[in-house]
């Protein structure tokens, strides 16, 4: 709660299959398709495994980063990867990651979109979208089998990109 201004949450496995069917549809409705790749710095919760297991089912790439990066980190991990998307948890403990991400896409052309997680009372700049205020009350599971059917994901397909510091220091 203290990261992140969010009490804690348990989710049994039918809650969970339906949060990530609502996310899946949020993607959608974000512009994201298969094989786009977003980069995730979001705090660990219980909504950070829902939106990789969304992102899987459509066939999206999530590259996981580690909150503590910045600008400088954040940078060429951004055009090695040409993402599409920065999706954030809009504040982790005091730094704005909202407001930095926004300023990460002016700079990237490849990124159309920011999402953050901004928690129910959390304000966003302008131009952030709230993955978690516009997730849809149910999913619309008609929308997600024609999805599935027009994009099929398979075991060949890439889940992540993962990156390392290493012994150099800048991520790899």
Avoid: F
């Amino acid at each position: 709660q203290a990261i992140t201004g969010e009490a804690p949450q348990r989710l049994g496995w039918a809650a969970l299959q339906q949060l990530v069917d609502r996310l899946a549809c949020a993607l959608l409705d974000a512009g994201l398709v298969k094989d786009d790749i977003v980069v995730v710095q979001m705090a660990n919760s219980h909504a950070l495994p829902a939106l990789y297991l969304a992102c899987a089912r459509l066939g999206i790439v999530a590259s996981p980063v580690v909150a503590q990066y910045r600008e400088h980190e954040l940078a060429p991990i951004i055009a090695r990867t040409g993402a599409r998307a920065l999706i954030v948890s809009a504040r982790i403990g005091q730094h704005d990651h909202a407001a930095m991400a926004l300023g990460l896409q002016a700079r990237h052309p490849s990124v159309r979109r920011v999402l953050a997680y901004a928690g129910p009372d959390a304000l966003l700049p302008p131009g952030v979208v709230d993955l978690w205020r516009s997730l849809p009350d149910t999913a619309d599971a008609a929308r997600l089998a024609r999805h599935d059917a027009a994009h099929p994901v398979s075991a060949d397909d890439a889940v992540c990109i993962l990156w390392t510091s290493g012994s150099e220091g800048r991520a790899k």
